[in-house]
């Protein structure tokens, strides 16, 4: 006869199975109270000829966590501030390598800490595989359209149409990337003079430049072979918007170099920029590295936030 601890571990099994099955089929859905909202109103321009189906999860080899695979019709999901609003808004580029999107650990969890301090977040779920620049057998493939640019360019236009009715400052709308959302992050920072689509609607007639950019331990940046050069895809030109960069000198993914290297470009067209480089860290540490020095950087933002206008410090 079999204990009630076994068949408690039984039924917690059976329950992980089952979550595990579903959430291999299913699409990413955002908490209950909060809705995705398509970014395009018909067809996705440069749409694959045969998308895969969206899932979440990651191959069966892997543990579950709730990532976005095979994404083909980009949503932004809107996270209200709470508390005072501050009138800021944020876009959220969650990272993957442009292969998935890790919508809780670089998403909904970065949500909630801005939320909590007043900002406005619209998390983008954008288009993924080979929406960007990928590594493959040490080797960068682009493809023919960065179709992940085209979501957040597109995004941002509908944030500051939308910034009346979600009480959103237009002129204060910045975007926060992880490792390849930092890429992202930093390509819609440095590709705003034109709409890399044919224009949509009234939201394409708006800016898509970031008010300011947050690029937290980013990848696709640098070039490797050099001493700290730039990849050829990201020209900073000197209006591009104040940004802030975090890496760890420990990171075996992505190298500290591909920071170093957009830092520099920052620098050299007179883009104000700030950095802060730690010698712990690794990668993908979200906001989950509280025992780390490099765990105290979201109050780094919320101090550089301050000093370029964005936010007001409290009294």
Same mark, same amino acid.
Request: charged letters at 20%; one cysteine or more.
């Given at each position: #006869? ?13 329950? /992980?199975?089952?979550?595990?099955? /579903? ?12 809705? /995705? ?8 321009? &440069? ?27 980009? +949503? #932004? ?9 501050? *009138? ?18 670089? *998403? ?14 619209? %998390? ?10 990928? #590594? ?14 085209? $979501?957040? /360019? !597109? ?9 009346? =009715?979600?009480?959103?400052?237009? @002129? ?8 390849? *959302? ?21 939201? &394409? =007639?708006?800016?898509?430049?970031? &008010? ?16 700290? !050069?730039?990849? @050829? $895809?990201? !020209? ?6 104040? +940004? ?5 000198? $420990? ?23 700030? #950095? ?23 109050? %780094? ?7 370029? *206008? ?6």
């Amino acid at each position: #006869m079999r204990s009630a601890c076994q068949i408690f571990v039984t039924a917690l099994l059976l329950c /992980q199975s089952s979550a595990w099955s /579903q959430g291999r089929s299913a699409v990413w859905e955002p908490s209950p109270g909060h809705v /995705q909202i398509p970014i395009w109103p018909g067809a996705v321009p &440069d749409p694959l000829p045969d998308p895969k189906p969206e899932s979440v999860g990651p191959p069966p080899d892997r543990e579950w966590w709730p990532r976005a695979n095979n994404v083909s019709r980009p +949503t #932004m999901t809107m996270y209200a501030a709470q508390g005072r609003n501050t *009138g800021v808004a944020m876009v959220v580029f969650p990272g993957g390598g442009y292969q998935f999107l890790a919508m809780d650990l670089e *998403g909904t969890e970065i949500c909630d800490w801005l939320t909590s301090r007043g900002v406005t977040c619209v %998390l983008l779920k954008y288009r993924v595989p080979d929406s960007g620049p990928t #590594m493959k057998d040490g080797r960068t493939f682009y493809p023919e359209v960065q179709t992940a640019v085209q $979501d957040a /360019q !597109r995004t941002l236009g509908l944030v500051r149409l939308r910034a009346a =009715e979600w009480r959103v400052d237009p @002129h204060k709308i910045g975007v926060i990337g992880f490792s390849a *959302g930092g890429h992202l992050a930093a390509a819609v920072s440095t590709r705003f003079a034109q709409r890399t689509y044919a224009p949509v609607d009234t939201a &394409d =007639e708006l800016s898509c430049r970031p &008010d300011f950019a947050i690029i937290i331990y980013p990848g696709h940046l640098w070039t490797p072979g050099t001493v700290v !050069r730039l990849r @050829h $895809d990201i !020209r900073v030109p000197a209006d591009a918007p104040p +940004t802030f960069l975090l890496h760890a000198q $420990d990171d075996p993914v992505d190298p500290v170099e591909h920071a170093l290297a957009y830092y520099i470009a920052l620098k050299n067209a007179g883009v104000p920029a700030e #950095m802060h480089l730690y010698a712990e860290g690794g990668h993908a540490f979200g906001l989950r590295a509280s025992q780390r020095p490099i765990g105290r950087w979201p109050t %780094l933002v919320e101090s550089w936030l301050e000093t370029i *206008g964005m936010l007001k410090t409290a009294r």
